[in-house]
């Protein structure tokens, strides 16, 4: 399985802290975004960041592997 | 002594922070601080409270390369650099970060730096609850 995050506005905007997407063999970070957007249109929007294992990723074509992590976050404002 | 790179709901020392970096070294200078602390003003509307939220395990991570970054591009002795993720009222803590050199240009500078970067880089949000609702913060420069 793969582990799906979303904090701050993100997790406003899907109404949900976590989720999980079952893992295939071959797939890529697009095919979560996809996955995600199909039952979340317009979730995307505002997602500046994205992390694989805790590392940011910009490359959608990212191949994943069974147990990642993948979190989705809007621009930060701490501080 | 406490780990110099921490985040955590309850408040903090600011004496204790920099005594932490005193005992460290003798050899320093300068001190640079900067305290961000809560206003109850904000875009125009009072504000009661303000919610943190982190993607802890990668903030803390983002907070410590911070750290070490810094220490090497300003040749700093040490750094610290505190956080709370929790919900502060308005006079409260927010962040400390405190940049050690043997000259002060360099702890000022430093100390801009870092405050700067962990806005851009690590991975919290803060969100402000007022009379009129709840809103998360658009980054300010």
Same mark, same amino acid.
């Given at each position: ?10 997790? @406003? =905007?899907?109404?949900? =802290? ?47 592997? @069974?147990? @990642? ?11 | ?48 409270? /303000? ?21 090497? $591009? ?5 750094? $610290? ?34 405050? &700067? ?6 991975? /919290?949000?803060?969100?402000? /609850?007022?009379?009129?609702? &709840? ?7």
């Amino acid at each position: 399985m793969i582990k799906v995050l979303f904090f701050g506005p993100v997790a @406003d =905007r899907v109404q949900m =802290r976590e989720t999980q997407v079952e893992y295939t063999p071959g797939m890529t970070l697009h095919d979560v975004i996809a996955h995600i957007g199909m039952q979340y249109p317009g979730a995307f929007s505002i997602v500046s960041f994205i992390a694989v294992n805790q590392t940011q990723v910009h490359d959608k074509q990212t191949v994943l592997h @069974d147990n @990642d992590e993948i979190a989705f976050m809007a621009k930060f404002s701490g501080g | 002594m406490s780990n110099p790179v921490r985040i955590q709901t309850e408040d903090f020392s600011q004496d204790e922070e920099i005594n932490a970096l005193k005992v460290g070294s003798k050899r320093i200078g300068g001190i640079a601080t900067f305290l961000g602390c809560a206003r109850d003003f904000s875009e125009g509307r009072d504000v009661s409270e /303000i919610g943190f939220e982190a993607y802890g395990p990668m903030a803390l991570a983002e907070m410590k390369k911070l750290r070490e970054e810094a220490i090497s $591009r300003f040749a700093l002795l040490d750094a $610290r650099i505190v956080h709370r993720v929790t919900t502060v009222h308005a006079g409260d803590n927010i962040v400390f970060i405190a940049a050690a050199a043997e000259h002060r240009a360099a702890a000022l500078e430093a100390c801009r730096w870092m405050i &700067d970067e962990l806005k851009e880089r690590v991975p /919290i949000w803060k969100k402000e /609850i007022t009379p009129q609702g &709840d809103s998360w913060v658009t980054p300010h420069p």
